[in-house]
C-alpha cells in the first residue's frame, strides 16, 4: 500500500506542476493575444465570462502573481476554464465534455490494444531469438518511425474515398444524432476502425521491441533454467516464467511513454477529423483559442496521470513484491 | 629466440586495434544508420544549391503528376515539391540536432548530479524529471509554440529541447547510481580527485553509450514533433520544412485531389530518417549488451540427425522424434 500511497502522491505533485505551468505560460509571453481576442467579440460577452478569462490569463496587471494564482486555482476547481473562441459562446468545458469521450474511447481502446498485442509478439520475437520473428524487427522499426498523421494520410488515400466502406473523416454519420442506438454506435465504430488501426499500426512495433529485448535479458536468468530442467512444457516456461517477469519493466516502460504516445495520437484525431480532444486542439491552434488550448493541455494530463495511477495499480497486482508490507 | 618473437608479433598487432575502433560501424544496422544519417546532412547542407528550382516559385504547371521535369510533381500554384524537400531537409536536421544537443545537455546536467550527489539533490532533480516525463510532452509544445510570436526555427528547437531532456535524464541517473560505488571512482576519490574531475573523467566515459543512444532518441522525438509542429501550422510557414508541405498538402485536399506525390515523399523522408536514427540506436544498444543482437543460424545438425536450436543462455535440448519412454512397472499395492 505504501507503494500506492507514494505513487499517489508522486501524481498529486505532477498534477500541481503541470498547472502552474499553465498558469505560468500565457504570463511568460510577451504581447497580449487574448486582449485582442476579447476586442474583437467585445459586447457579446457577459461580465462574468471577461472576469474569468482575466483571472486565467492574468490580464489584470494590477495584481500581485502572487494573488493571481490563488484566483487561477480557485477557478480551475470550480471547473471554470473561460470561454472557447472558436465556439463562441460555449464554455471550454462544455466543449471538453463534449470531446473527451471520443478520444478516451478511440486513444484508450487502441492504446491498450497495441500494448496487448506488442507484448504478446514482442514475447514470442524474445523467445525464438534467431527465427524469422527477428527479420521483421526492421520492418516494425521503418513503421514506427512513420508519424501517425501521415500513416493516416496514406490510410485515407488507399482505404477511403467516395463509395468505400472507411468513411475518411468525422466520428459518426453526419445526420445522426449522438445517442446510445445501435445505428449510432455501429456508425461510431465504423468511422473509428481507419484512425484506430493507423494508431495500431506505428504503435505497436515499439512494444513488440521492448519486450523481445526484456524476454532475451530475461532468458539467461537461472530461473528459467531451473524451469527448463525441471522438465516443464515450453509454453509454460515461456509464458510464466520468462514471460511474466519480463513483463513488469514493460508495464512501468508503458506507464512512463504514456504521455508520449497520446501526444502522437491526438494527431491521428487531426488527420481524421475525428471528434476528440486533439480535433480540439487543432482547431484551437488555427483560431489562436488560447482558453481551448490550455483547458486540452490540462485535461490531456490530468487524463495521462490518471492512465498512469492505472498502470501503477496494474503493476502491483503482477508484482507481489511491491505488496509486501515494511 | 627473442628476434623470432619480434618478427612474429608486430605483423599481428594492428589488425586487433583497427578491429577494436571500428567495431561500432562493423554492426551492419548502425552502419547502415549512419550513412543515411550522413546522406541527410549532407543534402540539409548542399540542398539549397542543387534543388532545381526556388520552392516557393510559383509556374503554370499547377497539380502535376511526378514527370522528368519535376521528379515528385508540383503543388497547387506550381511549386516544384522536389526543390522543396531538398530544401526543408536543412530546417528538419537544424532542429533535430539542435534540440538534441540542448536537450542532452540537460539530461547530462540533472541526470548524472542527481545520481552522483544522491540525498535531497537527488530527491529534488528525479521529482523533477519525474513530473517532465508524465506532463504529455507534445501538447506542451504545441501550447508553448504557439503562444509566442512568429515561432521560428531557433525557437522551436529550444521549445523541443528543454521539454524533452526527461527521459534520458532519469536513464542517465539510475546508470550514474551503479557506477558511484564501484572501486575505481571509490578509488579516485580516495587519491583526493575533486567531484568535477570525478564526474568528467571517472564517470562520464562509462556513460558515453547511454548519452549517445539518448540524444539520437531525442533528434528522433524532436524531429517528429517539429514537423507535427509545422503540420499543423503553428511555426512559421515561410521557411520550408517536410512538416510545411505536409500542412499545405493537407490544407489544399491533396487528398481529395488524389495528389498522392504532394505528401509521399516528404513522409517517407521523415521514416526513413525516423528509421536511420532507430538502427544507430539499436547499433549502440547491441554495441553495449551483445546479447540483444538478431543471431543469425541456430538450428544446429547433430551427427545422429538430431536437431538442435543453440540459443544465449538456454541449455540445447535435443528435440529427439520420441524418446523411448522408460517402462514404469507399477505395483498393484492397492489390490493387495
Redesign the interface.
Known amino acids: 500500500m505504501k507503494f500506492l500511497f507514494q505513487r499517489i502522491a508522486?501524481?498529486i505533485?505532477?498534477a500541481w506542476?503541470?498547472l502552474t505551468?499553465n498558469f505560468f505560460?500565457?504570463r511568460l509571453?510577451?504581447?497580449d493575444?487574448v486582449t485582442s481576442l476579447m476586442a474583437k467579440y467585445q459586447g457579446q460577452m457577459s461580465t462574468e465570462a471577461i472576469q474569468s478569462l482575466y483571472v486565467l490569463f492574468g490580464l489584470d496587471k494590477h495584481q500581485s502573481v502572487w494573488s493571481q494564482y490563488v484566483a487561477y486555482w480557485g477557478q480551475i476547481f470550480h471547473g471554470d476554464l473561460g470561454l472557447s473562441f472558436t465556439f463562441f459562446p460555449t464554455p471550454v468545458s462544455e466543449v471538453l465534455k463534449q470531446s473527451l469521450p471520443w478520444t478516451i474511447a478511440l486513444v484508450g481502446i487502441t492504446t491498450f490494444a497495441s500494448f496487448m498485442i506488442g507484448t504478446s509478439l514482442g514475447v514470442i520475437a524474445g523467445w525464438r531469438?534467431?527465427?524469422i520473428m527477428?527479420g521483421l524487427?526492421?520492418v516494425t522499426?521503418?513503421l514506427?518511425?512513420?508519424?501517425y498523421?501521415?500513416l493516416g494520410?496514406?490510410a485515407?488515400?488507399l482505404l477511403a474515398g467516395p463509395g468505400s466502406f472507411f468513411p475518411?473523416s468525422g466520428g459518426y454519420e453526419p445526420g445522426l444524432v449522438p445517442s446510445w442506438t445501435g445505428s449510432f454506435i455501429g456508425s461510431a465504430i465504423q468511422h473509428s476502425l481507419l484512425p484506430a488501426l493507423t494508431i495500431l499500426i506505428s504503435s505497436v512495433s515499439g512494444w513488440i521491441l521492448t519486450m523481445r529485448?526484456m524476454m532475451?535479458?530475461v532468458?539467461?536468468?537461472d530461473y528459467?533454467?531451473v524451469a527448463?530442467?525441471k522438465g516443464l512444457s515450453e509454453r509454460r516456461v515461456m509464458v510464466s516464467y520468462a514471460a511474466r517477469n519480463a513483463l513488469l519493466p514493460n508495464v512501468s516502460g508503458f506507464a512512463?511513454s504514456?504521455?508520449?504516445i497520446?501526444?502522437?495520437t491526438?494527431?491521428v484525431e487531426?488527420?481524421f477529423s475525428y471528434p476528440g480532444i486533439g480535433y480540439n486542439?487543432?482547431q484551437a491552434?488555427?483560431a489562436?483559442d488560447?482558453p481551448l488550448?490550455?483547458g486540452?493541455?490540462l485535461v490531456?494530463?490530468l487524463s495521462?496521470?490518471l492512465a498512469?495511477l492505472l498502470a501503477d495499480v496494474a503493476y502491483l497486482l503482477l508484482d507481489p513484491r511491491t505488496r509486501k508490507e515494511g | 629466440m627473442t628476434a623470432t618473437i619480434a618478427a612474429v608479433t608486430p605483423a599481428a598487432t594492428p589488425t586487433p586495434a583497427k578491429r577494436r575502433r571500428l567495431r561500432f560501424v562493423a554492426n551492419p544496422k548502425a552502419a547502415t544508420g549512419l550513412v543515411v544519417l550522413a546522406f541527410f546532412c549532407l543534402i540539409a547542407i548542399i540542398g539549397k544549391w542543387i534543388a532545381p528550382y526556388d520552392p516557393s516559385a510559383r509556374s503554370s504547371d499547377l497539380i502535376q503528376a511526378p514527370s522528368a521535369k519535376h521528379w515528385f510533381g508540383t503543388t497547387h500554384l506550381g511549386q516544384d515539391i522536389f526543390s522543396q524537400v531538398l530544401v526543408g531537409t536543412r530546417g528538419v536536421m537544424y532542429v533535430g540536432l539542435l534540440a538534441g544537443l540542448v536537450a542532452t545537455a540537460l539530461s547530462i546536467l540533472i541526470g548524472v548530479s542527481a545520481g552522483f550527489l544522491g540525498g535531497a539533490a537527488d530527491d529534488s532533480l528525479s521529482?523533477l524529471s519525474?513530473?517532465f516525463?508524465?506532463?504529455?510532452?507534445?501538447?506542451?509544445i504545441?501550447?508553448?509554440a504557439?503562444?509566442?510570436?512568429s515561432a521560428g526555427d531557433l525557437m522551436v528547437a529550444l521549445v523541443i529541447g528543454f521539454t524533452s531532456w526527461a527521459?534520458g535524464a532519469r536513464v542517465l541517473r539510475a546508470q550514474t547510481l551503479s557506477l558511484r560505488r564501484r572501486d575505481y571512482v571509490e578509488a579516485a576519490r580516495a587519491t583526493g580527485e575533486s567531484t568535477w574531475r570525478i564526474i568528467t573523467f571517472e564517470i562520464m566515459p562509462n556513460l558515453t553509450a547511454i548519452i549517445a543512444s539518448g540524444f539520437v532518441g531525442t533528434v528522433?522525438?524532436a524531429v517528429?514533433s517539429e514537423?507535427?509542429l509545422a503540420?499543423?501550422?503553428?511555426s512559421t510557414i515561410s521557411e520550408w520544412n517536410w512538416g510545411t508541405i505536409?500542412f499545405w498538402?493537407?490544407s489544399q485536399q491533396a487528398?481529395a485531389q488524389?495528389a498522392?506525390w504532394w505528401?509521399?515523399p516528404a513522409?517517407l523522408a521523415?521514416?526513413?530518417?525516423?528509421?536511420a536514427?532507430?538502427?544507430i540506436n539499436?547499433g549502440i544498444?547491441e554495441f553495449v549488451?551483445p546479447?540483444?543482437r538478431?543471431?543469425?543460424?541456430?538450428r544446429v545438425k547433430t551427427n545422429d540427425g538430431h536437431s538442435v536450436?543453440m540459443?544465449?543462455?538456454?541449455?540445447p535440448?535435443l528435440s529427439s522424434k520420441q524418446a523411448p519412454a522408460t517402462p514404469v512397472v507399477r505395483r498393484k499395492e492397492n489390490a493387495a
Open positions: 508522486f501524481y505533485f505532477t506542476a503541470a505551468i505560460i500565457p509571453i510577451p504581447g493575444p531469438r534467431g527465427s527477428d524487427l526492421p522499426t521503418f514506427s518511425s512513420i508519424p498523421f501521415w494520410l496514406l485515407i488515400t475518411s529485448n532475451v535479458t532468458a539467461s536468468e528459467i533454467t527448463h530442467a512512463l504514456l504521455g508520449f497520446v501526444g502522437g491526438l494527431l487531426i488527420v486542439l487543432f491552434v488555427g489562436k488560447y488550448m490550455q486540452v493541455f490531456i494530463t495521462v496521470l498512469n | 521529482a519525474n513530473v516525463l508524465v506532463i504529455p510532452a507534445l501538447p506542451l504545441i501550447i508553448v504557439s503562444t509566442i510570436p527521459w528522433i522525438f517528429m514537423i507535427t503540420f499543423i501550422g503553428i505536409l498538402a493537407q487528398l488524389g498522392w505528401f509521399v513522409g521523415i521514416a526513413i530518417l525516423g528509421t536514427l532507430s538502427l539499436f544498444d549488451s546479447r540483444l538478431s543471431s543469425g543460424h541456430t536450436r540459443r544465449v543462455g538456454f541449455t535440448v
